[in-house]
């Protein structure tokens, strides 16, 4: 398998190149070369598969021979040892829950098959891996959780001061051994920044072997794409056409969904659901990008200015010039943007009326989707529950009025002790501390 970088297709690099470095060096983001199809016979009978025949079939598809099968089965068994179950409202309204990991978020699926092949690609290595990572709340448990004590690779995470629910903060500063955490004095797009400049700190790189975990790294995007088959093999029979619903931050989510719907899923269409952080939807409805300083919501694991995978949907969607590839983006994706107010009042709503507890970001999918559907009502929606509840248990909980249950292993984390260093939002200050603990 070869992957290009979306500044140059003609700078590639070999998937191991790409999941090692994160980043190519001309601050592109990697793509497959080839997106090959699945075979049609295997999506027509997509029912007849476990979620894990799924994941290998997508990763033999699309690796071809670049790792041998037993080391391949290996990595996910390792890394999918949790499901991923739809869950019908009413005939038009589904949710995906993919929250049923260890940091209870679906970005469990692409941390813990990102360390996975990491640490099968490092293998060997006497040099210690950092990997960093900037968070805006899900990604540093996820990271943590999925790293956590694997040989050779240590992880430092930056996450926003009093930006991250109390639970998230805990997922991610409690783990020690061979996990750090920065707290920096500054906002989620701070803390990218000063990730990004690390990796292009030459003097630096050539202390530090530097690697990433942000959705950046095409091993992140891979393994959301199984879900996508998953979902739609357990509504696979006849019925009106499946649209997908994401809430979207950075767009990794949904971006793994197009790579889905590229290899053959017959997906009719995407939502890209956002809060008031909704650069895409403007794209969607202009073609226009402009990027801007993130603003606060209740569903802050979206709330990002400038989306890092805006780039590969682009991408995806590569016409001849700028008009045409927005026109052929937006005919495969619609946009909706939603306040934090509208968030909660639908929270309430689906509360009342199907008796579940949505989360403050599936809530902006489940107000995008039912936009669309007034529309396109002969669809059916999957909504990707993208975290579970009691990650934002204050807000969640003030909201509906109401106590909801937490899950175990996250009712435990509240009684563990915090560790974090805290930092200014300069780059200096990140470069100094990683110099210092080396
Ligand atoms: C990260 C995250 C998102 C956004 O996902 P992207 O892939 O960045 O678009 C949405 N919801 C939750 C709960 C998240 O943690």
């Known amino acids: ?9 003609n700078n590639q690099a070999s998937l191991q190149e790409a999941v090692m470095k994160g980043l190519p060096d001309d601050n592109g983001l990697y793509m497959p070369e080839q997106i090959p199809q699945l075979d049609p016979k295997f999506i027509q009978n997509l029912s007849q598969y476990s979620f894990l025949e799924i994941a290998q079939e997508v990763c033999t598809t699309l690796f071809g021979q ?6 391949l ?16 409202l009413d005939e038009q309204k589904y949710i995906l829950e993919l929250f049923h990991g260890p940091s209870l978020a679906f970005k469990d699926f692409g941390a813990r098959f990102m360390a996975q092949l990491m640490s099968y690609f490092n293998r060997g290595n006497e040099r210690e891996l950092t990997i960093l990572v ?32 109390m639970l998230q903060e805990k997922q ?47 091993a ?43 290899m053959g899923l017959p997906v009719h ?35 990002v200015g400038n989306p890092s995978n805006f780039a590969r949907m682009l991408d995806l969607y590569l016409g001849s010039d700028d008009c045409s590839t927005w026109n052929n983006l937006k005919e495969q994706i619609s946009g909706y943007a939603f306040d934090d107010a509208k968030t909660a009042e639908i929270m309430r709503m689906v509360d009342q009326k199907y008796g579940y507890t949505l989360d403050p970001h599936g809530a902006v999918g489940y107000l995008a989707l039912e936009e669309y559907q007034r529309e396109h009502p ?15 248990l204050d807000d969640v909980e003030e909201i509906l009025g109401h106590r909801i249950e937490v899950p175990e292993r996250l009712a435990e984390l509240a009684d563990r002790e915090k560790k974090a260093d805290r930092l200014e939002a300069e780059y200096g200050e990140l470069k100094g501390w990683l110099e210092r603990n080396s």
């Open 134 to 165: 900037a968070t805006s709340g899900d990604t540093g448990g996820a990271v943590a959780a999925g790293f956590y004590k694997t040989p050779g690779i240590r992880v430092v995470i930056l996450y926003p001061s009093g930006k991250v629910s």
């Open 66 to 71: 670049t790792i041998p099968l037993a080391d």
């Open 269 to 303: 269409h995407f939502i890209a659901a956002t809060n008031a952080n909704d650069v895409v939807p403007a794209y969607i409805k202009t073609g226009e990008y402009q990027a801007r300083p993130s603003v606060r919501t209740l569903s802050n694991a979206m709330d």
């Open 73 to 88: 089965k290996n990595i996910l068994e390792n890394s999918m040892d949790f499901p991923a179950p739809v869950v019908k």
């Open 378 to 392: 002969n669809t059916r929606g999957i909504i990707l529950e993208t975290a579970h509840p009691a990650k934002f």
């Open 1 to 9: 398998m070869l992957l290009y970088s979306t500044k140059n297709k």
């Open 220 to 262: 992140r995007l891979i393994p959301q794409s199984f879900y996508y088959f998953e979902a739609f093999k357990q509504l696979q029979k006849e019925g009106d056409p499946i649209v997908f619903c994401v809430p979207s931050g950075n767009f990794g989510n949904i971006t793994a969904g197009l790579l889905a719907a590229k």
């Open 172 to 218: 991610l500063t409690t783990l020690g051994h061979n996990v750090s955490a920065l707290e920096i004095n500054g906002t989620f797009d701070d803390c990218q920044a000063m990730v990004k400049q690390a990796f292009l700190d030459t003097a630096l790189n050539q202390k530090l072997r530097l690697s990433s975990a942000n959705s950046i790294n095409i």
